[in-house]
C-alpha cells in the first residue's frame, strides 16, 4: 500500500516564510480548494492519504515534506532551516511513528526535506539557506549501514534544491541548470526547464505519473515529449506561499518494499 501523508491549509497561511518571491495576498479558501484536489490526485493514484488537521498557528505547515525523508529502512525527522518551522515536526513524528523507526537530525544541522532529492541509493542534498554541511555529514553517518551514499548540493536562486530538479521517469531528471549544476547528476538524462519558466522543475512522480503544476506549458510540452505522462494541477495558490507539488505530501510505501 502507498501512503501519503498531508496536513491541511494553516488558515495563516499568509504569514508563510517566503524567501526568493515578494509576498502576494493568498486567498486561502482557493487555495484549500487546491489542496483539495491534490490529495484527490493522489488517491487517484492510488495513494491511501492520511491527511492531518490544519494547524492554525503554523502557517507553512501545508508543507509536510520539509519534516521528514521517508525511506525504506528509516524515517529522519529533519530540523528544518526556518526556526519558525521546528514546530511542525512533532504531529509529522507521530504519524509516522506506525510505518518506520524514526531518527533526529540535531543541532547544529538544519535540514528541510524538500532539500532531499532520492535517486535509487543515492540522496542529493541541496545546501541552501536551509540545509547545511552538518546535515549533509549527519545523513551520511545514519544512513551508511543501510547502503545509502549522500552528496551535498549547491543550490542557488531558488529555495530547495527540489525546486530546481527532481526526477520525473526513473533515471530522467527535469531541472534548471541556472539554479544547480548538472555536473552533480552524471549519468542522468536531463530535461531542461523551459527558459521562460524557471519554476517548472517541481514534479511529484507517483508510479507512472508526474503531478505536475499546471501553468508551465513550454516545459509539459517538452515532458510530453519525452512520453513522461502528467497529471496538471492548478497549485497557484500554494505557488505563492514557495511551495509547490512534491512539498505537501510524504509519499511512502507501506509495508516497505523488500
Ligand atoms: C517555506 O519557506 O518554508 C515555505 N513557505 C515553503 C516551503 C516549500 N517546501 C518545499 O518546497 N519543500
Redesign the pocket.
Known amino acids: 500500500m502507498r501512503i501519503a501523508i498531508t496536513r491541511g491549509v494553516s488558515p495563516a497561511i499568509a504569514d ?4 526568493h518571491l515578494e509576498r502576494r495576498p493568498i486567498d486561502y479558501e482557493r487555495a484549500r480548494v487546491q489542496h483539495s484536489a491534490y490529495e484527490a490526485a493522489l488517491a487517484a493514484l492510488g495513494c491511501q492519504v492520511q491527511a492531518l488537521p490544519a494547524e492554525p498557528a503554523m502557517p ?1 505547515s501545508v ?1 509536510v ?2 519534516l521528514a525523508i521517508v525511506l525504506d529502512e528509516v524515517a529522519i525527522l529533519t530540523r528544518p532551516g ?1 526556526v519558525s ?1 521546528r514546530a511542525e515536526t512533532a504531529s509529522v513524528a507521530t504519524a509516522l511513528t506506525p510505518f518506520r523507526p524514526l531518527v533526529s537530525i540535531d543541532a547544529p544541522a538544519t535540514l ?3 532539500d532531499v532529492l532520492r535517486t535509487g541509493r543515492m540522496l542529493s542534498v541541496g545546501l541552501t539557506t536551509r540545509t547545511n554541511q552538518a546535515a549533509v555529514d549527519q545523513l551520511t553517518t545514519v544512513l551508511a549501514p543501510y547502503g545509502y551514499r549522500v552528496q551535498g548540493v549547491p543550490v542557488r536562486g531558488c ?2 534544491l ?2 530546481a530538479v527532481t526526477e520525473v521517469a526513473p533515471g530522467t531528471l527535469l531541472g534548471n541548470g541556472q539554479w544547480i549544476d548538472w555536473r552533480a547528476f552524471a549519468g542522468f538524462d536531463v530535461i531542461e526547464v523551459d527558459a521562460a519558466e524557471p519554476y517548472a522543475a ?1 514534479g511529484l512522480r507517483i508510479g507512472e505519473r508526474v503531478i505536475y503544476p499546471a501553468g508551465f506549458p513550454a516545459t509539459a510540452g517538452r515532458l510530453a515529449q519525452h512520453g513522461v505522462a502528467l497529471l496538471a494541477l492548478d497549485v497557484s495558490e500554494l505557488q505563492k ?4 507539488v ?2 505537501c505530501s510524504l509519499v511512502f510505501e507501506s509495508p516497505p518494499r523488500p
Do not use: P, W, Y
Open positions: 508563510c516564510q517566503l524567501t507553512d508543507f515534506e520539509d526556518a518551522r528541510d526535506g524538500g529555495l530547495h527540489k525546486s517541481n506561499a514557495e511551495g509547490a512534491t512539498c
